[in-house]
């Protein structure tokens, strides 16, 4: 056959079709070194559902080898890529150990909500209390006991309460870089006693803070930062420091803003934030956010737009014991605890946004909404 140009054309047959699959047998042959470093490539998610497939799969993935090498090649593109996006978890009391979750990755309400009675059999009078670096701490009444949870490795650790005889107050989960510690305060009539409980001695520690009187807000829990756990007074309003280290309460040699109405603090780990109402009379004409300088100093950052300072006042009816804030993925969460919103600033573009409703919340609850954050974390043990 002849084309135009005078050039021969040459029909080559084509071979029978190969089959592309590889024999199994080269992978069973694979240096079991060698197999860790290939899977530690798979994004984080992807392995989690390959580990249902084998057994040796689902082995590898909390060996100490695996752990090492996918955390170093996770975190050189967890800027670009993360594994799982993070969430806002709800809480009220008739959910009845059902708790919605808001995607912040895309944006909205995922249609299914978690359930640690199902994959931990928790009694139903357990309370969600407290959730850092992946962790979930709750309380079983029943037991006189507290339950931490890794919902993404389905693990659950149970710990006995240091005491029972006392109120117990302020409980406080803290991830640190070997495991976590709770912090919870116990009064009884006019004296006070701080237990910590330390995941790696397996043991609580108690020390005396008879002289101290923290803020009656049981919602706003402590700040970890510099390696304290941080709180504040009630009027006169200051700031006071538990040190883990020395196990001893400071009082930081700084002055709060003036004309405060009520005080929260929030911390990135690396920065303190006074999140505060401005006002007199116990009413606040507006709502500002300081930060902490080297000095000791609060420099303002940013205060509440008028419109939505207004709302947010309205909707808590200057209840500020209501009020509690915590830090989410760069962003001050301000929440109310009978209002079903959260109101948060995003710190890197300063902006202001409300979180919309869940829609799966009925319109007759209001109060007993309590928010957490939530970053799962597969290797945060319990």
Known sequence: M????????????????????????IWSRLPPELLEHVLSFLPLKTFLNLRSTC????SLIFSPSFIAKHSSSSSSS?????????????????FHCQFPLYDCLLGNWRDVSLSFSDLFHISAHSALISSSGGLFCLSDFSSSSLLVCNLLAKSCRKIDLPTTYYRLEHLTLVSTAI?????????ESASNSAFVYDSVALCWERFDCSDLILSDNYHQQGVLYSGGLYFT?????????????????????????SHVSFVRLVSDGEKLYLVGGIGSNGISRSIKIWEMGE?????????????????FVSVCYHNYEHIYCFWHQGMICICCYTWPEILYFKASRRTWHWLSRCPSLPEKWSCG??????????YALV
């Open 55 to 58: 057994k040796a799969f689902r």
């Open 179 to 187: 495991g976590y510690k709770i912090f919870v305060l116990s009064s």
């Open 78 to 94: 967890s800027s670009t890529s993360p594994p799982f996006s993070s969430f806002f978890l709800l809480s009220h009391p008739q």
């Open 2 to 25: 002849k084309n135009s140009g005078n050039h021969a054309l040459v029909a080559v047959p084509r071979s029978p079709a190969k089959s592309s699959s590889m024999d199994h047998k």
């Open 295 to 311: 000095m000791g100093n609060w420099a303002e950052v940013e205060t509440l737009p008028e419109l939505i300072c207004r709302k």
């Open 369 to 378: 909404f309590k928010w957490f954050s939530f970053v799962p974390k597969l």
């Open 233 to 257: 007074t009630p009027e006169p309003f200051s700031v006071v420091r538990f040190d883990f280290g020395s196990g001893k309460w400071l009082r930081p040699n700084t002055s709060l803003p």
